[in-house]
Antibody
Framework: EGQLVESGGGLVQPGGSLRLSCAAS????????MSWVRQAPGKGLECVAN????????FYVDSVKGRFAISRDNAHNSVYLQMNSLRTEDTAVYYC?????????WGQGSLVTVSS | QSALTQPPSASGSPGQSVTISCTGT?????????VSWYQQHPGKAPKLIIY???KRPSGVPDRFSGSKSGNTASLTVSGLQAEDEADYYC??????????FGGGTKLTVL
């Protein structure tokens, strides 16, 4: 049974940076696309970024292009989301998920609050 | 990168069936058979209940079924049970690794 555990969320001022981590276990990590999906308070889901199995292809939603960077370390079964130039509208619970078009495993979520 | 369109709410009595729609375009829902549906209970992570339009992951009851016609996908929940009360989200592949989600539908079991 696969498991994903996020870490790294917290409170940050506008313009600041945070790095989210997602540790995977229970499956062959290097065989899967990985995604980051966020959910603003009381709102719906939004795919923020995803990364191919070998890290060679990356996708970003328009609102985070140039500010966020997704990466992975297959040797350590982890995926990361580096978030720079954070804005108040980036406040959300950030989930990592296994897959791209269908996410069959999700982490518990990591709350990122951008506020002064 | 517009979100897919879902009704904000749906409801039904125990034992009844309810269908939730998800409307996109020919560039997403209509162009690919990669529509997924997720169930989310309050304070919990989403759970995949339908993928590739009609397929159910292991462990998901067959009361949940998916379909698609043109640019609109649908999720049908048959034999409604109290535990089905949750938010439901559709998603669709939209090319170039872009994945769009719907705005979500709150299902109430009366």
């Amino acid at each position: 049974e696969g498991q994903l555990v996020e870490s790294g969320g917290g409170l940050v001022q506008p313009g600041g940076s945070l790095r989210l981590s997602c540790a995977a276990s229970g499956f062959t990590f290097s065989d899967y696309y990985m995604s980051w999906v966020r959910q603003a308070p009381g709102k719906g889901l939004e795919c923020v970024a995803n990364i191919k199995e070998d890290g060679s292809e990356k996708f970003y939603v328009d609102s985070v292009k140039g500010r966020f960077a997704i990466s992975r370390d297959n040797a350590h079964n982890s995926v990361y989301l580096q978030m720079n130039s954070l804005r108040t509208e980036d406040t959300a619970v950030y989930y990592c998920g296994r897959g791209r078009s269908a996410l069959d495993y999700w982490g518990q979520g990591s709350l990122v609050t951008v506020s002064s | 990168q517009s979100a897919l369109t879902q009704p904000p709410s749906a409801s039904g009595s125990p034992g009844q069936s309810v269908t939730i729609s998800c409307t996109g375009t020919s560039s997403d829902v209509g162009g690919y058979n990669y529509v997924s549906w997720y169930q989310q209970h309050p304070g919990k992570a989403p759970k995949l209940i339908i993928y590739e339009v009609t397929k159910r992951p292991s462990g998901v009851p067959d009361r949940f079924s998916g379909s698609k016609s043109g640019n609109t996908a649908s999720l049908t929940v048959s034999g409604l049970q109290a535990e089905d009360e949750a938010d439901y989200y559709c998603s669709s592949y939209a090319g170039n690794s872009n994945v769009l989600f719907g705005g979500g539908t709150k299902l109430t079991v009366l």
